[in-house]
């Protein structure tokens, strides 16, 4: 069963086991939760990046323009699943790219319904945050990600508003309600 948890060293294991796997990876695309991560490890500066993710969630020492966001790890048993950011409120950039939620899922877990199933697990989160409500983003080119995203309206209502445009990069951006 998928289960989100807080970032911690007791879930570290599940991600080095998954690290591999991750910087072979092509795909480059929203890597934010994953490369600070993977140096904080190399580096061993594991309990200095843990208490930033914290710090995050609180609003401190944020740089100029973020807004606080919680960071989760989505897990199967002691396989790590992925990384998912509720951002807490929204920024001008944020309405056009990146939106409320932002996920990535480690590659052996793709397109297999574990971003649809931790963005669901994520929206329980959103509305405890006190958001009705979630903008979601997704580049045009990602259509396993827009199919969900879509699906995940259906399920719980929202809308579709008109696609962004951030330096050439084009993306589809719906509105997902927090609760059915
Ligand atoms: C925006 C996004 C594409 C960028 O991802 P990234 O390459 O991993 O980079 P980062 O997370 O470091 O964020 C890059 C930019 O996003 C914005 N951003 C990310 N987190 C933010 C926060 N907490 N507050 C404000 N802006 C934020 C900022 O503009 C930031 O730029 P900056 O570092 O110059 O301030 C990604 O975070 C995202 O939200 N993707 C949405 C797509 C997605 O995951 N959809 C769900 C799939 S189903």
Redesign the pocket.
């Known amino acids: 069963m998928l289960k989100l948890v807080k970032p911690s060293r007791r879930y570290l294991d599940a991600f080095i086991k998954a690290m591999d796997d991750y910087k072979a990876d092509e795909n480059h695309?929203?890597?934010?939760?994953i490369d600070p991560l993977i140096q904080a490890i190399e580096e061993n500066r594991v309990d200095e990046y843990l208490k930033k993710l914290s710090d995050?969630a609180k609003g401190i020492g944020?740089?100029e323009?973020?807004?606080?966001?919680t960071r989760l790890w989505l897990l199967d048993g002691d396989e790590f699943v992925g990384s998912f950011?509720i951002?807490h409120r929204l920024?001008p950039?944020?309405e056009k790219?990146?939106?409320h939620?932002?996920?990535?899922i480690a590659p052996k877990y793709r397109g297999k319904y574990s971003?649809f199933i931790g963005?669901k697990l994520c929206l329980v989160e959103a509305n405890k945050l006190g958001l009705d409500r979630v903008l979601?983003?997704?580049?045009v080119n990602?259509s396993a990600?827009y199919r969900?995203?879509l699906g995940l309206m259906k399920l719980y209502g929202g809308e579709q508003i008109t696609d962004s445009e951030v330096d050439g990069v084009k993306s589809h951006r719906v509105w997902v309600n927090t609760k059915k």
Not at 29 to 33: A, E, Q, T
Not at 65 to 69: A, E, K, S
Not at 136 to 139: A, E, F, G, R, S
């Open positions: 695309y929203g890597r934010g939760g995050g944020l740089k323009g973020r807004v606080p966001g950011e951002r920024t950039k944020l790219i990146g939106g939620i932002a996920a990535n971003s963005i979601m983003t997704c580049d990602n990600s969900g995203i």
